[in-house]
């Protein structure tokens, strides 16, 4: 007897393994249908959002096919169908628990909305843009670490969506696409300090004033939407008195995006204008007052050795 009839006796004689062959073969067409689509898809539609979301809806579509015919295809063959399913599903859920939580997480992260592509969120300690959400990882554009502030550090970062259910997710961009920043000037005592505040507050205010009008009917949103306090989206200013100098705190609102730009404009703004005040508002910096210098005395080789 050849190998082929001895395989075509075995098949015959073990119908199950014959239909899990068959569907098997089913699963790989549908698979390779799948990337078909999403290729042509790719080549024919020219606008990112709407391709994105079309190869996410053929994928979908796919999965719950593939789901579909497995129900379809096996219960008509095998009796029992829900006690070898119960099993199944218990010896799978065991061996893949990880892999079916980040499946579980990409429905919730797609049913709830808790990101998109094109947020930025912190996540299990990482930061970046989202710029893909599959059935299993969320891809992002990391921001930071070696490099300071929210740049991009050129890292592509690919996360399990099971991270959803283990953590905080920091969103900074849903429902209010704007945060609060600061940073702290040191003022030298004996300032016209009513002059540096007027400096700060009207520099902040000209720099700032697109994001404050842009945020405050965004802010009236969120505190209608969720049990939320207002807040005041001004810049505001409050002073602090160190043994150094005079320490001003300028906090403010800008976009997630622009928060480098927007205080590297605020920084130079304001230095020039202090600059024009012809020494009535001077920076400070550290200083070290020195009380008393000790006496030192100085006895040469020659003093020691008289001849």
Do not use: C
């Not at 989206?233 to 730009?261: G, H, M, Q, S």
């Amino acid at each position: 007897m050849t190998v082929i009839e001895q395989i075509k006796e075995w098949l015959y004689t073990n119908p199950f393994m014959w239909s899990v062959i068959k569907f098997l073969f089913i699963l790989v067409l549908i698979l390779f249908v799948i990337q078909l689509l999403r290729r042509y898809l790719k080549k024919r539609i020219s606008n990112t959002v709407i391709r994105y979301k079309a190869q996410k809806g053929i994928e979908i579509i796919g999965y719950v096919l593939l789901v579909f015919l497995a129900i379809t295809y096996f219960s008509g063959t095998i009796k029992d169908f829900t006690i070898i399913i119960g099993l199944f599903t218990a010896g799978l859920a065991f061996t893949l628990q990880e892999l079916i939580l980040s499946i579980a997480g990409s429905i919730y992260i797609f049913l709830v909305k808790v990101y998109k592509p094109g947020d930025r969120i912190e996540i299990n300690g990482i930061k970046g843009d989202v710029i893909d959400v599959d059935s299993i990882y969320t891809t992002m554009m990391e921001i930071g670490k070696w490099v300071e502030s929210d740049n991009y550090s050129g890292r592509i970062v690919k996360l399990s969506n099971a991270f959803v259910f283990k953590g905080p997710i920091y969103n900074y961009s849903q429902d209010f696409p704007f945060i609060w920043d600061q940073f702290n000037l040191p003022i030298r005592y004996g300032s016209d300090m009513e002059l540096a505040k007027s400096i700060v507050i009207k520099m902040a205010s000209e720099i700032l004033s697109e994001y404050t009008i842009a945020s405050k009917s965004q802010w009236e949103d969120v505190v209608n939407k969720f049990y939320i306090e207002d807040a005041e989206v001004e810049p505001t200013l409050a002073i602090r008195l160190t043994d150094n100098w005079v320490e001003f705190n300028l906090r403010y609102i800008v976009d997630y995006k622009k928060r480098r730009l927007t205080k590297h404009l605020l920084h130079d703004s304001i230095r020039k204008a202090f600059e024009k005040t012809n020494g009535e508002v001077v920076l400070a910096s550290t200083t070290f007052e020195l009380i008393k210098i000790p006496e030192l005395k100085i006895r040469s080789e020659k003093s020691k050795n008289p001849q």
